[in-house]
Structures are given as structure tokens and as C-alpha cells.
């Protein structure tokens, strides 16, 4: 009897024993799933690096965080404070998107604006797709015929003899470009009249090919009497305008019509330190009708800082009463990381310049300079002269834009006021009258 009392207790020892044990490990894996201890569940050798351990009991209750370089510890997000920051970040990623969306729609309803009837447009962003497309290696396609073909510039530099024209145009490209350096025996001689010379080069750097053309224009401004002496050169840009115009109304076009308009004038100031001339004002009001104007002030190392910042503040004074349109106009300014770009040129403008073509040692580097008896005045350093600005204008940052510019708004006003004239000989173009009388009709017909 008492040994069939001891085989019973012995039983129920056991069965509570293994209660226990089953109970422990319930709640084992119950703690490893809510993430209540931070440490438990992963392997003690790799603490706080968020990978999952492979042993344990716990593993596969365990969430997979990020595996970081750096040493992260576990945030329970449950708590209030932890609670009150995920919901402002997550309220924060929500208002940009919404703000993004409301702004491709703004867009949307633009661009649905200008299509009629019958016609559909949707818009469908990349989370949208099934797959890639390859829609982005259009770029490449561009730059790798951008680079076979090359491009044109053409620029414009006027302003009276002395000023430094053919040096500045030199230190600009790096090269030499200008007719002075190009002319062979060349004779430094006043003309009697405004004349225009051209000069076009290819330069090739890093595979891009660009074909550059200076116009100069020597004798302006050299006269005793100067008065109408920037006609010669508003007839220049006109013709060129009309020639382009004249290519485009072909029966045969080109296939690519050769682009000899005047992409960009660069107007040389002499550093007088005191306000525009009245030639200065006319020339710029008559010719930032029809080109880009960027006016300079021409050997700005004989100004002191102090009297380089009044000048210029004069200068801008006088283009804002006049009514002179300068590059980057405002209006034409397509977005607001666009605007605050040009609004910093605008307020360097016009640009303090210094041109060389000759190298120095400045500690141990070559460097461009002009060498005096007080020092060198280094040409790319922004603390002695402003032509590093001038040069990312012309070339770095808005030489595409300027070209834009050129055939959008220039020409296109010189094109639609030829058109409404209707002074054109199309009979010499291999147009007719009956032509274009009969596609007039029939158009007006269609939408009748």
C-alpha cells in the first residue's frame, strides 16, 4: 500500500513538472513574437545589428529589420512617445506626396487643357507600370547623336576699340578664336565705319564637337558722331533671322537647316565707375528687342571692390528705368529652382571682368593672370573678377538655354511679324500664292 501511495506522488510530480516546462516555453515564444525584450531571440555573439538569429526558440517570430553598418538598437514602436513621432513622419511623407500628386495634376489639367475633342490623354507614373519600359535611354540616344553631330554657338561681342573684346573671347574658349588672333599680319587700325567680321571654329572637347562663331564688330562706337552706329548691326541679326526663316519655308528643307543666328551678345562697359553712356542706353534698348544681351564691364582690375559694387549698382539702376532687356529676362523663367538660379545672376550682372591669355605660377599651379607690380590678378579666381561667373553663363549652365531662347522668343517674334507682313517671295522660295491660298481654304474648310 504505501509503495503504490509513493508511484502516485511520484506521478503527479512528474505531470507537474512537465506543466511547468510547457508553460515556460509558451511563454517564451509568446514574449519573442509581441518584442517585448529587445535582446531575446537573437544570438547573444551579434547584439544590437538587427539580424535574425538562426537558433533560438524564438527565430521565426522575429520581424526582419535592415542590416546597417552602423550599431542601431531595437525601438519599440509601441510606446506613446515613439507612437507620436512615427505618426508626424508618416504625416509629413503624406503631405509631400499629396503635394507632388496635386502638382503632376495641376499639369495634367494644363496640358489636357490644349487637346480637343476627341482626343484623350492620361497620365501614368512609374509605379503605375507593369515592368521597365527603357523610357530613360532616350537620353542617350540623344547624347549619342548630340555627339556625332555636334552643335552650334554663335556668339556676338561689341563694343568700342581697347576694351579687351578678342582677349576675353580668347580666355572664354581657351583658345584662339578671335579674328585678331586668327588674322595673320594683323594691323590694330580705327575703321571708319561699323563693320561685321565672323570667324567660326570646331572645337572638340571630351568627344563633343562644337562649332563656335565669333562676330566682331570693329569701328563701333570709335566715331566722333556715333549716331546710328548700331544699325549695321541690327541689320546683321535680321538677316540672319530672315535667312533661317527663308531655309524653313522651302518646299525641300534640309534636313538640318545651318544656324547662323546670333545666339548670345556680349556688350563691353568701359570701367568708367560712373553710369551707362547714352550710346550704352540706346544700343541695348534697340538690341534687346531681337538678342540676348549680356553687358560686361570691360578691364574691371582698374576699378577698386568699392568702386566696381557702386558702378554696378548705377549700371542696374539704369537698365531698370530705361526699360533695357538683359539675359535672363524673368518672364521667362519656367520654375522656381530655375528663378532663384537666374535671380543670382541678375543680381551679379553686369559681370566685372579681366581677360589674359598668359599663364603664371601662383604657389607651385599655372594659373591665367595678369602679372603687376602689386601681384597677379588671377582671371578664374572669384575674389579678384567675376569671368568664372561670366564663363558658366555663357558656356557651363544656360548655353542650350540660350540657343532656346534665341529660336523660341527672337526668332519667332521676327518670324510671326515677316509672315503678317506678307512681303515674302514665295515664288522665290517655290511657293505659289495658289498654294497656299488652296491649303488655307481647305483647312478652314476641315474645320467648318
Known amino acids: 500500500m504505501s509503495a503504490c501511495l509513493i508511484c502516485f506522488e511520484l506521478r503527479q510530480w512528474h505531470l507537474i513538472c512537465l506543466s511547468l516546462i510547457f508553460y515556460s516555453l509558451f511563454n517564451t515564444r509568446s514574449q519573442g513574437g509581441t518584442g517585448a525584450n529587445p535582446t531575446q ?70 496640358e489636357l ?8 490623354m492620361s497620365f501614368i507614373r512609374g509605379t503605375d507600370l507593369f515592368g521597365y519600359v527603357g523610357i530613360e535611354a532616350v537620353l542617350d540616344q540623344m547624347r549619342r547623336k548630340t555627339m556625332k553631330s555636334g552643335f552650334e554657338f554663335n556668339i556676338m561681342v561689341v563694343g568700342q576699340s581697347g576694351l579687351g573684346k578678342s582677349t576675353l573671347v580668347n580666355t572664354l574658349f581657351k583658345s584662339k578664336v578671335s579674328r585678331k588672333s586668327c588674322t595673320p599680319n594683323y594691323e590694330e587700325k580705327i575703321c571708319k565705319t561699323v563693320k561685321l567680321h565672323s570667324v567660326s571654329h570646331m572645337i572638340e572637347e571630351k568627344g563633343v564637337k562644337m562649332k563656335l562663331t565669333v562676330i566682331d564688330t570693329p569701328g563701333f562706337g570709335d566715331q566722333i558722331n556715333n549716331e546710328n552706329c548700331w544699325e549695321p548691326i541690327v541689320k546683321y541679326i535680321n538677316e540672319q533671322y530672315e535667312k533661317y526663316l527663308r531655309e524653313e519655308l522651302h518646299v525641300n528643307r534640309k534636313r538640318r537647316i545651318p544656324d547662323s543666328r546670333v545666339h548670345c551678345c556680349i556688350y563691353f562697359l568701359p570701367a568708367t565707375g560712373h553710369r551707362l553712356r547714352p550710346i550704352d542706353v540706346e544700343f541695348m534698348k534697340r538690341l534687346g528687342k531681337i538678342v540676348s544681351i549680356v553687358p560686361v564691364i570691360a578691364k574691371a582690375d582698374t576699378l577698386t571692390i568699392e568702386e566696381r559694387q557702386e558702378f554696378k549698382e548705377r549700371i542696374r539702376q539704369d537698365l531698370a528705368s530705361n526699360g533695357i532687356c538683359i539675359y535672363p529676362q524673368k518672364e521667362y523663367d519656367e520654375d522656381q529652382e530655375e528663378h532663384a538660379l537666374n535671380e543670382k545672376i541678375r543680381e551679379s550682372i553686369p559681370f566685372a571682368v579681366v581677360g589674359t591669355d598668359k599663364e603664371h605660377q601662383v604657389n607651385g599651379n599655372k ?22 561667373h561670366l564663363r558658366d553663363l555663357l558656356v557651363r549652365s544656360h548655353l542650350q538655354d540660350l540657343k532656346e531662347v534665341t529660336h523660341n522668343i527672337h526668332y519667332e517674334t521676327y518670324r510671326v511679324r515677316r509672315l503678317n507682313e506678307s512681303n515674302v517671295d514665295f515664288s522665290v522660295l517655290g511657293l505659289t500664292p495658289w498654294l497656299l491660298e488652296n491649303g488655307t481654304a481647305d483647312q478652314s474648310e476641315s474645320q467648318l
Open 41 to 110: 531571440g537573437f544570438n547573444q555573439g551579434t547584439p544590437w545589428t538587427g539580424r535574425q538569429s538562426t537558433t533560438g526558440p524564438a527565430h521565426r517570430h522575429i520581424q526582419r529589420q535592415p542590416l546597417n553598418n552602423t550599431l542601431m538598437p531595437t525601438v519599440n514602436l509601441e510606446s506613446p512617445i515613439n507612437l507620436d513621432i512615427h505618426k508626424g513622419m508618416k504625416k509629413g511623407m503624406e503631405e509631400r506626396e499629396m503635394k507632388k500628386v496635386m502638382k503632376l495634376e495641376t499639369e495634367m489639367k494644363v
Open 113 to 120: 487643357s490644349q487637346f480637343g475633342p476627341g482626343q484623350q
Open 367 to 388: 594659373v591665367l593672370g595678369r602679372k603687376t607690380k602689386w601681384g597677379i590678378i588671377e582671371v578664374e579666381n572669384v575674389a579678384h573678377c567675376e569671368f568664372s
